[in-house]
């Protein structure tokens, strides 16, 4: 399972320009980037150096003076500033520069940048590539940073997309929209202006006992040049790991939100035991439903909070997200762990040609937190395919965290075919990257979940435990007076007491709960439950998936 430090990384990115180097800059007289001899490129050729790749043994990237990439920790990297002035596209053509990043101890390996002379029409159609010229001059950087011991750094560690430089929102110098840094990993800010979850290129063998996980990395970004006036970047990449090769061409809009349409060509090198397409990885420590007596002083900390679903046969899935317990079980029993001794939940969502499915963080208000990092503005995620995936599922994995730093649940498809060297996979989708759903429901939608001891005040169950949840919105805001929805509940074992609905008792509007008591859970294995509301033959909610640890 991959770390990402997350708090870590986000405030690189907050506070790149924000120094005292920044008025220097702003100053400072316009510079070119230096640019390579052209050499021929096209996305049929970058298709054919990936298969080509991936027939040929895997050469790792070379990473020069390691000992001293390796000193750039977080601080230091955070001190290191590309000077705007010598941004990609700085002064056009198209309204968004690109800047580029120092490399580090968490991103070393070298990264080649190259800018095309032309925007490519189609896949058959051909320009000229040239590469952006690593040079350490492009970074402004203290005086004590090891930065500059390096004597024969490469390349860049990755790159970013600044706001637009004729629009009337944030400052294109100090404020950028999405940021590809570090293996295989990007991101992308929301509506509310936030970075938070990551997306990642390819996953090999994530969250598994018996296999090592693989980071492939982004080795090569192509650049187009924008049609001007465009909201659009278009970026190829090569991509590179043991496992396999891959072509990416990324088109980018930035409109309230970020859009993201993904074009990939992937080559196996050799069999891959876990093979995961289009992921993501985000945190999630505790919410109230899970919140134990003084863990944190915030009642939440979470960039998402649930996976949605929306399958192949229609129906709406959400699931909220845990983190598995490492205490003990009662019973002498641990629950499954990872390499690292900690405990893992995979669960896995069948579905056959998928319309969408996401990390979605529902919770957004700011007494939810508490925090001044805001949570409830952290972007969700959500990916919908556009082409046939076929049959697979949606793997989930969720990892003990005790803290926020580092990202602990990933979600993917993994198609149902074995991953055999050899074979290649053709996949095109969109990433949506805004606060909410991109495709609005009728169906009520699951709000809140609750879980605490069984039975009543005063006549409390042993071994019984009463769960909340919580919907809002369809067809409940218009329920005759005197009536109330019917909750179907299915656990994969044990036995629901005391199933009731009623309007949650703050007033408010199409707000309903569910409640039942879960008892006679024999073992440690996980509970499947599934509930919805109905009314008559009507589906009047989506369906709550839980998937409960018994303690």
């Known amino acids: 399972m991959s770390f990402l430090n997350r708090r870590h990384f986000m405030g ?43 027939q040929q043994p895997y050469a790792p990237p070379l990473s020069p003076d390691a000992a001293i990439v390796d000193r750039i920790d977080w601080d230091a990297h955070s001190q290191i500033h590309f000077k705007m002035d010598h941004a990609l596209f700085a002064d056009g053509p198209g309204d968004y520069a690109i800047a580029f990043f120092h490399p ?22 051909r320009t000229e590539a040239r590469e952006v010229l690593f040079d350490r001059h492009l970074f402004d950087m203290p005086e004590h940073s090891p930065a500059r011991e390096l004597s024969h750094p490469s390349g860049f560690a990755g790159f970013r997309i600044q706001e637009s430089r ?42 598994t006992q018996d296999q090592k996980e693989e980071f492939p990395l982004f080795t090569h970004f192509y650049f187009a040049p924008p049609q001007p006036g465009s909201r ?26 970020v859009l993201m349409d993904v074009q990939a060509e992937l080559f196996l090198r050799r069999d891959i035991a876990h093979f995961g397409l289009a992921p993501m990885t985000s945190m999630y420590w505790f919410s109230d439903k899970d919140k134990t007596f003084q863990e944190d002083w915030r009642p939440q900390v979470h960039d998402s909070d649930g996976l949605s679903l929306w399958t192949g046969s229609n129906e709406h899935i959400w699931r909220p997200l845990i983190n598995p317990s490492n205490a003990e079980n009662p019973k002498g029993s641990h629950p499954p762990t990872f390499e690292w001794g900690l405990p893992i939940e995979v669960s896995h969502f069948s579905d056959e040609n998928p319309k969408g499915f996401g990390l979605i963080q529902r919770e957004r208000h700011f007494d939810q937190y508490l925090d001044a990092v805001h949570y409830e503005r952290r972007p969700s995620l959500w990916i919908e395919p556009l082409n046939a995936w076929g049959k697979g599922t949606v793997r989930l994995v969720e990892l003990h965290t005790t803290e926020e730093l ?5 979600a993917m498809w993994v198609p149902a075919a074995p991953a055999r060297a050899g074979s290649r996979h053709s996949l095109r989708y969109r990433l949506y990257w805004q606060a909410d759903e991109p495709f609005a429901t009728t169906l009520a939608r699951c709000v809140g979940t609750g879980i605490g001891r069984g ?66 859970v024999k073992g440690s294995d996980p509970v499947e439950i599934r509930l919805y509301l109905k009314r008559g033959n009507d589906t009047l909610s989506e369906t709550w998936l839980y998937h409960y640890l018994p303690t």
């Open 12 to 54: 690189t990115l907050a506070t790149l320009l924000a120094s005292p180097f920044f008025t220097r800059l702003a100053q400072a007289e316009p510079d070119h980037l230096d640019l390579g001899p052209g050499t021929a490129f096209s996305w049929e050729g970058l298709c054919a150096e990936a298969r080509k790749r991936a």
């Open 104 to 125: 580090g101890k968490f991103f070393p390996f070298p990264v080649k940048m190259y800018r095309l002379d032309q925007p490519l029409e189609n896949e058959h159609a």
């Open 166 to 207: 004729s629009g009337s929102g944030p400052d294109w110098r100090s404020n950028d929209w999405a940021a590809f840094l570090g293996a295989s990993y990007f991101r992308a800010i929301g509506d509310e202006y936030q970075y938070g979850l990551s997306a990642r290129g390819v996953s090999v063998n994530t969250g």
């Open 232 to 257: 659009e970047v278009s970026v190829y990449a090569l991509l590179d790991g043991p496992s396999l090769s891959g072509a990416y061409h990324f088109t980018l809009t930035r409109n309230k939100a």
């Open 406 to 410: 580092y990202d602990n649940v990933v």
């Open 455 to 520: 039975g009543e005040p005063g006549h409390r169950l042993p071994g019984v435990h009463k769960f909340e949840v919580v919907f809002q919105g369809g067809e409940l805001f218009h329920l005759p007076a005197g009536s109330a929805p019917e909750a179907v509940i299915t656990p994969s074992r044990g036995r629901i007491l005391s199933a009731a609905t009623e309007p949650v008792p703050n007033g408010q509007p199409g707000l309903w709960r569910a409640l039942f008591d879960l008892a006679e």
